[in-house]
């Protein structure tokens, strides 16, 4: 006869790996039974479905679990008295694929005790010995919910000496504390439950192998001491490769991790002048100083002049203006004329000119001079002519007009106060303004 067991079964995994199953059970029998009261044959007994089966399974590793299991049931007697059908064993458990949605399982039994009862006598009540083997098919439902079917044979060692089967159909529920991740830590100690880890660190991963576990590596790929928390720091410098933007060269913390081999505050690797200091606006290279003079050309009005002054520009000094004063002695005038006369006076000029272009910012006073041959208020306006013929002839060479201004002197002031050297004393003479 068949036992039929039915059960709704919670399939049975690493993370849960109690099960609880509760079913119906079908029993049947494959020889004839002899006891003290007489006997039956095996074809007048029909099964009677709906006899009640439970178990209990823990699992202990992968696959194998280990509990226990009973059954009752009926066996219809044509010829009389039915009999009572009742069994429990320990058994082992063994299921394939047993954290996958269907997984089918092996068991076995070899302590137990199976007895068959029919009214007032016991064909076999109390068993010393006896053993069963069964195969079955988990179907998960959920994760802690599912349903099996199993098939089962067993064997009454002595009074009877029986052969019999159990079908069984059921549900099961699945708890307990587990091992989800299936790394040899139960959940409740494993601080990585949900991933593969190592005994030492709690059931937690050490990705790069540096012995800092994964939750507190900041670099859980990559290798790198634990006082700098699994983190790298190839060059040295203190600064930690993910952070480093020169990881492969010391450098300084303030830049990043790179070096700044002139010290000006850039980084070489932004620096285009690397190894000569430079302001950050031209990209760490030096303002050059075409003339030398300690100004940068940005800032210099006379780029190509060497000079001291605030612009950088040559200053009109004192020797500067004697020099220009021993060239104008040469400029000379006719008498009672403002006109510039003879090639010494214009070659004058032009020297006069290129040295104001040398000195290109500052401003000089023409002052014009007469004889005292004539009248005074002549003579003063003649001077102011013969300052303004320079005035124009040196416009004309290329002069800034602005640079230049005119005064005239007359006859007040011969030179070395002799009115008498008429020639000399119709000049020019040149100042600061």
């Known amino acids: 006869m068949l036992c039929l067991v039915g059960a709704v079964s919670f399939a049975q995994t690493s993370a849960n790996p109690w099960q609880v199953s509760l079913g119906v059970t079908m029993p049947s029998v494959n020889s004839d039974i002899t006891y003290r009261g007489g006997s039956v044959s095996s074809d007048d007994l029909s099964a009677a479905i709906g006899g009640p089966s439970a178990s209990v399974y823990r699992k202990v590793f992968k696959g194998l679990s280990i509990g226990g299991q009973l059954a009752l049931g009926t066996l219809n007697n044509e010829g009389g008295n039915d009999f009572e059908f009742f069994s429990w064993h320990a058994g082992l458990k063994y299921g394939i694929n047993f954290d996958e949605k269907v997984s089918p399982y092996l068991k076995a039994g070899v302590f137990g005790e199976t007895s068959l009862q029919n009214g007032t006598d016991a064909a076999s009540r109390f068993t010393d010995y006896s053993n069963f083997g069964a195969v079955g098919i988990d ?234 041959d004539g009248r005074e208020d002549y003579n003063q306006k003649l001077s102011l002519k013969r300052a303004e013929s320079v005035r124009d002839k040196l416009i004309e060479l290329g002069v800034d007009a602005a640079r230049l201004s005119v005064k005239a002197m007359g006859e007040s002031q011969p030179l070395n106060g002799d009115d008498s050297d008429l020639a000399n004393n119709r000049r020019v003479e040149f100042y600061k303004q």
């Not at 790198?224 to 913390?253: F, I, R, S, W």
């Not at 605030?310 to 400029?331: A, F, R």
């Open 139 to 372: 179907y998960s439902l959920n994760d802690k919910m599912g349903a099996f079917v199993e098939y089962s044979f067993g064997k009454i060692t002595e009074n009877p000496e029986v052969n019999y089967s159990l079908i069984s159909l059921g549900v099961s529920y699945d708890f307990g504390v587990g091992d989800t991740d299936k790394d040899g830590v139960n959940d409740k100690k494993d601080k990585c439950p949900d991933v593969p880890g190592l005994k030492e660190f709690e059931g937690c991963p050490d990705t790069d192998g540096d012995g800092v576990p994964d939750p507190q590596d900041d670099c859980p790929e990559v290798a790198g001491p634990a006082e700098n928390n699994g983190c790298p720091d190839t060059d040295g410098d203190t600064v930690l490769d993910k952070d480093d933007a020169c990881p492969e060269v010391a450098g300084l913390v303030a830049l990043g991790g790179c070096p700044d081999a002139d010290e000006d505050g850039i980084a070489d690797k932004d620096d285009e002048c690397p190894d000569v200091a430079g302001p950050a606006e031209n990209n760490g290279c030096p303002w050059p100083d075409t003339d030398n003079d300690g100004i940068a050309d940005k800032d210099d009005a006379c780029p190509e002049l060497s000079g001291k002054g605030e612009n950088g520009c040559p200053i009109l000094t004192d020797e500067v203006l004697s020099t220009i004063n021993q060239v104008g002695d040469n400029i000379l005038f006719a008498s009672n004329s403002s006109k510039i006369q003879g090639e010494a006076s214009m070659a004058a000029l032009e020297n006069i000119k290129k040295i104001l272009d040398e000195i290109p910012t500052g401003s000089i006073v023409i002052e014009g001079h007469a004889s005292a």
